[in-house]
């Protein structure tokens, strides 16, 4: 099965960079994704990764090292805003071609002034 | 272009009733995934629905089942409602085949009585 890995709960202050770490064992990998989600609402999407190394994206970068099992989500220059859930989710490919994603438990993010 | 759609938006029942929530995929997407999402978790995968069939299932009882149009539409189906499926329903469109990302619609609230 699936088991995705990433802290419950993190704090940064307002213009610093923050690290959410996410880590992950499956089988059939192809790719991971970094979804945003503010309380009550439903996930957007940040990010991809299928291949090792690093996408920019404005502030937010993803990192993937598939031999390791690991990705982490860099925000930089925090806004108020960006005060959310971060949710880590691996898709997996299984005979037939289907796919499914699995989330982690979401990392809270606060940013405090 | 239209995201992805659910219908109610909230809706409230009492123990032992049954429900039906109400997808559309976002436009040009043919595979629809549904998750639960219980309060400070993660969605968990509940089913997935590729050519009017359920192609992958999660570890939900049958009292979860699911339908898919030929329009690529899809329902979701709880009987006999416990206290414990109270979450936030988000369905998901993505295409079978391809790198395309999963997108969310804004779930539907279902709180049980």
């Known amino acids: 099965g699936q088991n995705i890995d990433q802290p419950t709960e993190m704090t940064a202050t307002e213009g610093a960079i923050v690290q959410i770490n996410c880590t992950y064992q499956?089988?059939?990998?192809?790719?991971l994704f970094w979804y945003q989600q503010h309380a009550g609402e439903a996930p957007t999407f940040l990010s991809y990764?299928?291949?090792?190394g690093l996408e920019e994206k404005g502030r937010f970068s993803s990192f993937l090292s598939r031999s390791k099992g690991y990705s982490y989500l860099l925000l930089k220059e925090l806004q108020m805003k960006d005060s959310a859930s971060y949710l880590c989710?691996?898709?997996?490919?299984?005979?037939?071609?289907?796919?499914?994603?699995?989330f982690g438990i979401g990392t809270k993010l606060q940013v405090i002034p | 272009d239209a995201g992805v759609t659910q219908s109610p938006t909230h809706l409230i029942k009492t123990r032992g009733q049954q429900v039906t929530l109400r997808c559309s995929p976002k436009?040009?997407?043919?595979?629809v995934s549904w998750y639960q999402q219980a309060l400070g978790q993660g969605p968990q995968f509940i089913f997935q629905?590729?050519?009017?069939?359920?192609?992958q299932r999660g570890n939900f009882p049958d009292r979860f089942s699911g339908h898919q149009f030929p329009n690529y539409s899809s329902e979701l189906n709880v009987n006999a409602l416990l206290l414990g499926d109270s979450a936030l329903y988000l369905c998901?469109?993505?295409?079978?085949?391809?790198?395309?990302?999963?997108?969310f619609g804004p779930g539907t609230r279902l709180t049980v009585l």
């Open positions: 499956t089988s059939g990998f192809n790719g």
């Open positions: 629905y590729y050519e009017e069939e359920e192609r």
């Open positions: 989710a691996v898709r997996s490919r299984f005979s037939g071609g289907y796919q499914k994603v699995t």
């Open positions: 436009s040009g997407h043919d595979t």
């Open positions: 998901a469109s993505s295409l079978r085949e391809g790198a395309d990302t999963q997108y």
């Open positions: 990764n299928v291949l090792d």
